[in-house]
């Protein structure tokens, strides 16, 4: 079963549009960790943010913003006022203390800014 | 520190050769790990190492698949025999301390095309 589930498969926006790409994950640990990574065109893998499941604390960083809700099970990710260098494709990730912590990814969201 | 190492960044190779890939981790990390991605199947783990130790290697897909780490400094993925649907992007990555708990540093992948 899919433990990270980002259902947006492709997302295109203009440049400056605020895009919001979505994560939900499913786990029964109490203790684990959410991860977003970046692939640019070029094909490495960026990291961006790692969150524990203790601290629900929204994060900001410059024109990133991390939304993280245990209600909902969701980690989403913000970008605002979206630039052409931010296209890429975005994962999201889920490391559960009961998996031994390996890195489960979702399946990616492509993002592709326009000028 | 130079990143994670990986050679050769390109593979192609004939069905039914033997393919192997290496990686060097970032000096002082105690873990690493092999992930394959593809299309089909996105970012999937295969196997990762604490201190040179296999700790879980469910995701290698089949016994044609084989890992080492003889050293801290040093892992081979081995493909014997290679088949066309090994045909992927494999990336190392290394963490510090606890697996998933900390970022994972990924090197540039070995793109490998089995003909």
């Known amino acids: 079963a899919q433990k990270v589930t980002q259902a947006q498969t492709e997302i295109s926006v203009v440049e400056k549009e605020d895009v919001t790409l979505d994560c939900v994950y499913e786990?029964?640990?109490?203790?684990?960790?959410l991860f977003w990574y970046k692939q640019p065109p070029s094909g490495e893998l960026v990291f961006l943010i790692r969150r524990n499941s203790f601290d629900e604390q929204n994060e900001i960083s410059g024109r990133y913003s991390w939304n993280f809700q245990k209600s909902t099970s969701s980690f989403n990710f913000t970008i605002t006022a979206s630039q052409v260098v931010d296209s890429a494709v975005y994962f999201c990730?889920?490391?559960?203390?009961?998996?031994?912590?390996?890195?489960?990814f979702g399946k990616g969201t492509s993002l592709l800014v326009t000028p | 520190d130079a990143g994670v190492i990986q050679s050769p960044r390109h593979e192609v190779t004939e069905m039914g050769q033997e393919v192997t890939l290496r990686c060097k981790p970032i000096s002082g990390h105690d873990y690493l790990f092999w992930y394959r991605q593809t299309m089909m199947r996105g970012l999937e783990l295969l196997i990762y190492f604490n201190n040179n130790v296999p700790i879980d290697d469910s995701g290698m897909p089949e016994d044609r698949f084989s890992a080492k780490m003889p050293n801290a400094s040093f892992s081979t993925l081995k493909i014997q025999p290679s088949e066309p649907r090994d045909s992927a992007v494999y990336f190392c990555?290394?963490?510090?301390?606890?697996?998933?708990?900390?970022?994972?540093?990924f090197g540039p992948g070995t793109r490998l095309t089995v003909l």
């Open positions: 786990t029964r640990d109490t203790t684990y960790y």
């Open positions: 990555a290394s963490t510090p301390g606890l697996a998933g708990v900390n970022e994972q540093f």
């Open positions: 990730a889920l490391s559960e203390r009961n998996s031994g912590y390996a890195l489960n």
